[in-house]
């Protein structure tokens, strides 16, 4: 029986965000940082920094672009910053991926 994908009536302004969110997530570093994310709690700079191992520079830059797509978030506390998930269900889009079988 074969089965049908129902045509989905998307926004020209939604495709344009959804090719953000995909554009956003395109570096492995970013995909470690929504990983540590994942788990709900917020995190300063320096744990994440402490996580994935890269500059410091580097990490801000990363970390700037995801929030300016609106996959994070951040809020100040005293002299820190703490990152979090803002768009939750990106790690629907991760469960799916890592349930596939990929060629490497």
């Known amino acids: 029986m074969a089965t049908t994908i129902p045509n989905r009536q998307i926004s020209p302004e939604k495709l344009v965000k959804i090719s953000e969110i995909f554009s956003g997530l395109a570096y492995p570093v970013r995909i470690q940082i929504l990983e540590l994310l994942e788990d709900g709690k917020d995190y300063p700079v320096n744990e994440i ?3 994935v ?4 520079s580097l990490l801000s830059h990363h970390l700037s672009k995801m929030k300016n797509i609106g996959i994070i978030d951040s809020y100040r506390e005293g002299r820190f910053i703490y ?3 803002a ?5 629907k ?3 799916c991926i890592y349930s596939c079988e990929l060629k490497l």
Do not use: N, P, W
């Open 83 to 85: 990152y979090r998930l």
């Open 49 to 51: 920094l402490a996580k």
């Open 53 to 56: 191992q890269i500059e410091a």
């Open 87 to 91: 768009l939750k269900e990106i790690t």
């Open 93 to 95: 889009v991760f469960d």
